[in-house]
């Protein structure tokens, strides 16, 4: 179940940072849909690459059990989580927006 809900707060945050971003510079978004896609990939794909450099990895990697009134969640990880899928939602949406217009430009 701990897995679950990370998955979730990764897409859910990378959704948002893909939207945010989109909403703060125009040029790079990929329509609704597409800011939400990309921002969803980018925020899970973010937080994985996150718990690989050292010094992040604790901040989003601490889903052990505490067995507070948390329910075996971390909520400090779970923050670090949506936090860097915020993050990298934010950089894959820019990434993709910014291959578009390229590729629309040479077209």
């Known amino acids: 179940m701990e897995a679950v809900v990370s998955i979730l707060v990764q897409l ?3 959704g ?9 510079i125009k040029k790079l ?3 609704p849909a597409g800011n939400t896609i990309a921002g969803a990939i980018g ?3 973010g937080t994985w690459l996150a718990g ?4 992040l990895d604790g901040i989003v990697k601490g889903m052990a059990a505490t067995g507070g009134a948390a329910g075996g969640l971390d909520i ?3 923050a670090g989580q949506g936090v860097t899928g915020i ?8 990434i993709a927006g ?3 217009n390229m590729t629309a430009k040479s077209a």
């Open 87 to 94: 993050v990298g939602g934010a950089v894959l949406t820019a």
């Open 98 to 100: 910014a291959i578009k």
């Open 76 to 78: 400090g990880a779970l």
């Open 52 to 55: 690989m450099i050292p010094g």
């Open 43 to 45: 925020g899970w794909l």
């Open 29 to 31: 978004s990929l329509g």
């Open 12 to 14: 859910i945050g990378g």
């Open 16 to 24: 948002v940072g893909g939207n945010g971003l989109a909403a703060v």
